[in-house]
């Protein structure tokens, strides 16, 4: 199973996806949405403009354009209100549904942010946790994708997620 994180910017990856932290409006933002939007230029959000609102925990797939990635799968995360109004599932299920809006394009690779980490405050630790399990979970039971990366723009997030593969990988390891 093919898990990675890297450090950078998720607009200069090279990708089959790669994943937006999105709002429900589908409208653009700030954050990594903002960096998305303003790589892959005007069309992009056009083409999400037609495509009305998406939940917290699902997740909605549009062509990338100017992108080094074939589409972008858009999901959008839980806000983080103290762990009482279903963040961990709905953190889990907005990953769970871009994988299989990936598998369905036939995507090999996808590569996420740490959606829900920035504006939306989901602590970082647990956070990274959720993602790598769910995407583990995932992985060990559907063909596509077989790669996935965690790109990291900050350091803690780039520790958070390294931490939870190794956890990953050593939970796995144990009888
Ligand atoms: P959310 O609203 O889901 O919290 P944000 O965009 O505010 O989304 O933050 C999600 C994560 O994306 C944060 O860890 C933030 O540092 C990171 N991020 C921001 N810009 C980029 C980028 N260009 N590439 C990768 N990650 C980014």
């Known amino acids: ?86 963040e961990d599932r709905l953190l889990a299920s907005c990953h769970h549904r871009t994988l299989e809006l990936a598998a369905e394009v036939g995507a090999h690779h996808v590569t996420f942010p740490a959606i829900s980490c920035g504006a939306y405050r989901f602590p970082i630790n647990r956070a990274a946790t959720i993602a790598a399990r769910t995407v583990a979970n995932f992985m060990a039971s559907q063909a596509l994708p077989d790669k996935v990366t965690f790109v990291c723009f900050e350091r803690k997030t780039f520790r958070a997620f390294n931490k939870a593969i190794e956890e990953l990988h050593s939970s796995q390891q144990s009888p």
């Open 1 to 86: 199973m093919q898990i990675y994180v890297e450090f950078g910017d998720i607009t200069t990856i090279t990708s089959d996806v790669i994943v937006n932290a999105a709002n429900g409006a589908l409208s653009g933002g700030g954050g990594v949405d903002g960096a998305i939007h303003r790589a892959a230029g005007p069309q992009l959000l056009e083409e999400c403009l037609t495509l009305g609102r998406c939940a917290p925990g699902d997740a909605v797939i549009t062509s990338a354009y100017e992108l080094p990635a074939r589409h972008v799968v858009h999901c959008v995360g839980p806000v983080w209100y103290g762990g009482e109004r279903n």
